[in-house]
């Protein structure tokens, strides 16, 4: 399960294995079904959920519509508290800039507090480049670092792992990265929890450079906030004299106050906890001794496709999104393909939609994504900021069966249907055809009631992706609107 | 009353005996139903696979067709949706793309008197008890657009209760999606043969003769996944439920 996400077949083929992994589907279906039960009672306990998540959307809806406006007033805000603000356009010119003020520091270690934004860019890989080690301290993220593995969710990186799994991992490897795993490590959660205590708290003490993500940032006074259940990630934004977060454009709130919605839904919707355990939130750099936090403060904001998907009226939605993870645990595609079919660290619905969006259509996985749905509407209903996840689908997958109009690199172009639909185009056409002459659909029908004997029920060709796991229907011997024709509907005939 | 039945392609090519069930039953209540013959698809799978300029004639073609009608009853929830949800956003996108109003006209009366079947006996007959007689186990799966599309929420089962002789029994993860999904099925075979078999399992597991739903497309891909399994159990629409009577069974 090692390696980058680069060059990934499509989600069908990716989904064969998991689907095929009795384990891994059984270490899912018991994460997910418990998170979900869960996160409902959680969010039952809020008689106004509804107004809570229409707060959410309108905020964020409200925010991405002005941007361009509370960006600047973000840079001014983090400019005036002893910060610097970066803008990169893409993930090289980001992880550019990151290791470049690492090498400012003259430091070769970095703790990293858990951010999908990094992961986004493939930081730590570049970090790796330019000889920077980066120690993962959440601790499902240093079970996927130290098992060589990749994540496979948005909040539990390493769901698909059991605990006997983390165990092996742990004695294997935790020598190669410092303080090894203790003797005789058990898998039971406490031990597994102290071996990973005990080997980051060298990590914390040593670090003079942490890395962050940010869950919001408040344009009127430049602070983030990070939230989080470990604490862990609150050691790196307090012990390091310099502070690097790389943060998404869109994780952008106008004020302080807006806050106080996602303070409710996000622990709600991801954890099921009524609050999270740690809130951090920083604002600039601090410069009395005795204080805590950083002594240097640099903000890199990443666009790396987000201005280009704002720009499409239907998609942009995607952008709401506030990461809580929702709609991964409620997807009963999800369950079934693991995380890593996605190839992307965005799984499940939200990562069906953000993927082909930030990086495009044209590799073959960012092409099938979005028909790894079966569009039941489920991470639509459970979505705190009101994601249509389904129509999102829909509309992407028009993009690749039709073409259309797309930005890319704030460039306007117009796409050409994707490869390989040609035949899908065709049989849709014709059906359109049939359809539109009901007197042709009429003569189809008969044929087909009339051969009825030699239908076989199971299928050659691409039809046996159906009858290889379930049977056809038999072909009635009358259609309905032959029944109807003669006997108008039942009324010549005796019952 | 007088309303047109809108039966969908696949009931009419597949499963003439809904259709029949329905007639029969909105006959039974005094409701006189006709099918217009010129009638064809809603478009739903072109649109829901990416080929939405190709489900725009397919749905003008419905309106032209049941327009004059008072109501129009379906007994599919997924092309009920189509209908009341995903028309009027085709027509949004039309104008949004500058090509005017002339969409959303169209499709606009249509919409509001579009009616799933188990919606139009509840809310517009007023009915719950419609005289049926079906003396099995019976476990219900409320399939998606059924369920969060049109929002049925506990009309069917309201529906089944009061059928004589029926014993309803509760499907464990009956939110849960089947997997059929329209060219879900065919596209992602892997996973959706995966629900599929969860769904035949959790169905089995209450030990009813029959699985009862409002939609034969999601039937047909439970249905497929029960025979292969050699299953005692039956996939049944719910409007062959309902038209049963003590006096006349089905065929
Ligand atoms: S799309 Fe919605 S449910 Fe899914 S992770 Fe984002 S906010 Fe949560």
């Given amino acids: 399960m090692s390696g980058t996400f680069v060059g990934m077949p499509a989600f069908p083929e990716a989904a064969h294995e998991a689907v095929n992994n009795p384990t891994l589907r059984a270490n899912l279906r018991h994460a997910t079904h418990t998170i979900r039960a869960k996160r409902a009672v959680a969010v039952s306990e809020l008689d106004d959920w509804a107004a809570l998540r229409e707060a959410g959307k309108q905020i964020k809806d409200h925010t991405l519509r002005h941007l361009d406006r509370y960006l600047v007033q973000l840079e001014e805000s983090v400019t005036a508290a002893g910060g610097v603000v970066h803008w990169a356009a893409d993930a090289d010119e980001a992880n550019r800039i990151v290791v470049e003020l690492v090498r400012a520091t003259g430091e070769s270690e970095v703790v990293k507090v858990k951010s999908m934004a990094t992961q986004e860019i493939g930081l730590n890989e570049a970090l790796e480049a330019a000889g920077i080690h980066a120690y993962e301290t959440d601790l499902a993220e240093l079970i996927v670092q130290l098992g060589k593995d990749r994540p496979s969710h948005i909040l539990v990186p390493a769901i698909h792992r059991n605990r006997g799994e983390i165990r092996d991992i742990f004695t294997r490897e935790m020598s190669e990265?410092?303080?090894?795993?203790?003797?005789?490590?058990?898998d039971t959660p406490a031990e597994l929890a102290e071996a990973a205590r005990l080997h980051l708290r060298e990590k914390f003490l040593r670090a003079k450079v942490g890395v962050s993500g940010a869950n919001f940032m408040v344009a009127e006074t430049g602070t983030m906030m990070v939230v989080e259940s470990e604490g862990n990630g609150r050691m790196c934004l307090t012990l390091p004299e310099t502070l690097i977060s790389v943060v998404g454009i869109e994780k952008t709130v106008p004020t302080w106050r807006d806050l106080e919605v996602f303070l409710q839904t996000l622990p709600r919707s991801?954890?099921?906890e009524r609050m999270n355990p740690y809130t951090s939130m920083w604002t600039g750099t601090t410069d009395s001794d005795t204080a805590d936090g950083p002594r240097t403060f640099h903000l890199v904001l990443i666009d790396n496709g987000r201005t280009d998907t704002l720009a499409d009226e239907v998609g942009r939605q995607a952008l709401r999104c506030i990461r809580c993870s929702a709609c991964l645990n409620v997807c009963p595609v999800y369950e079934r393909a693991g995380g890593h079919a996605y190839g992307s660290v965005y799984p499940g619905p939200i990562g069906a939609i953000l993927s082909p969006q930030l990086?495009?259509?044209?590799?073959?996985?960012?092409?099938?994504?979005?028909?790894?749905?079966?569009?039941c509407g489920a991470c639509y209903e459970v979505c705190p900021v009101a994601i249509d996840i389904p129509e999102v689908l829909?509309?992407?997958?028009?993009?690749?069966?039709?073409?259309?109009?797309?930005?890319?690199?704030?460039?306007?172009?117009?796409?050409?249907p994707a490869k390989g639909h040609a035949a899908e185009r065709a049989a849709m056409r014709a059906a359109r055809w049939a359809f539109g002459h009901p007197g042709a659909l009429r003569t189809g029908q008969r044929l087909a009631s009339r051969t009825r004997r030699f239908h076989p029920r199971t299928l050659p060709g691409p039809g046996r992706a159906w009858s290889d796991t379930r049977d056809l229907p038999a072909v009635p011997a009358e259609p309905f609107r032959d029944w109807w024709q003669r006997t108008q509907g039942g009324k010549d005939v005796p019952k | 009353m007088r309303v047109a039945l809108f039966l969908t392609c696949v009931n009419d090519t597949l499963y003439p005996d809904t259709g029949r069930a329905v007639v029969k039953l909105l006959t039974r209540l005094g409701v006189e139903v006709d099918f217009p013959m010129a009638q064809t698809c809603c478009g739903q799978a072109h649109y829901n696979t990416g080929y939405r300029h190709q489900a725009e004639p397919l749905a003008r073609h419905f309106s032209d067709v049941f327009a004059e009608y008072e109501a129009i009853v379906t007994p599919s929830g997924s092309c009920g949706a189509m209908v009341r949800e995903l028309y009027p956003?085709?027509?949004?996108?039309?104008?949004?793309?500058?090509?005017?109003?002339?969409?959303?006209t169209t499709l606009a009366p249509v919409v509001p008197k579009t009616y799933e079947l188990t919606e139009f006996l509840v809310d517009v007959l007023g009915?719950?008890?419609?005289?049926a007689y079906y003396p099995h186990t019976v476990t219900y799966h409320p399939t998606c657009h059924g369920l969060r599309g049109l929002g049925l929420g506990d009309r069917p089962r309201r529906l089944l209760q009061a059928v004589r002789g029926l014993e309803l029994r509760e499907l464990p993860g009956a939110d849960e999606c089947c997997g059929f999904g329209g060219t879900f099925a065919v596209k992602n075979p892997d996973v959706s043969a995966a629900m599929g078999l969860d769904k035949v399992r959790n169905a089995e597991s209450t030990g009813a003769d029959v699985l009862c739903a409002a939609d034969n497309s999601c039937l047909m891909h439970i249905g497929g996944t029960m025979t292969r399994?050699?299953?005692d159990m039956r996939p049944v629409h719910i409007a062959?439920?309902?038209?049963?009577?003590?006096?006349?069974?089905n065929a």
Wanted: glycine share 12%; aromatic share 2%.
């Fill in chain 1, 394 to 416: 829909v509309h992407l997958r028009e993009r690749i069966a039709e073409g259309g109009p797309v930005t890319r690199e704030g460039n306007k172009a117009v796409l050409k």
């Fill in chain 2, 127 to 131: 009915v719950t008890d419609v005289g």
């Fill in chain 1, 177 to 186: 990265w410092g303080r090894p795993a203790p003797e005789g490590l058990t």
């Fill in chain 2, 89 to 104: 956003r085709m027509g949004e996108r039309a104008r949004a793309e500058g090509r005017g109003d002339t969409l959303a």
């Fill in chain 1, 359 to 375: 990086r495009g259509t044209q590799s073959e996985i960012d092409a099938s994504l979005p028909y790894a749905s079966s569009l």
């Fill in chain 2, 240 to 249: 062959e439920i309902l038209a049963n009577t003590e006096g006349e069974p």
């Fill in chain 2, 229 to 231: 399994l050699s299953t």
């Fill in chain 1, 270 to 272: 991801s954890t099921a």
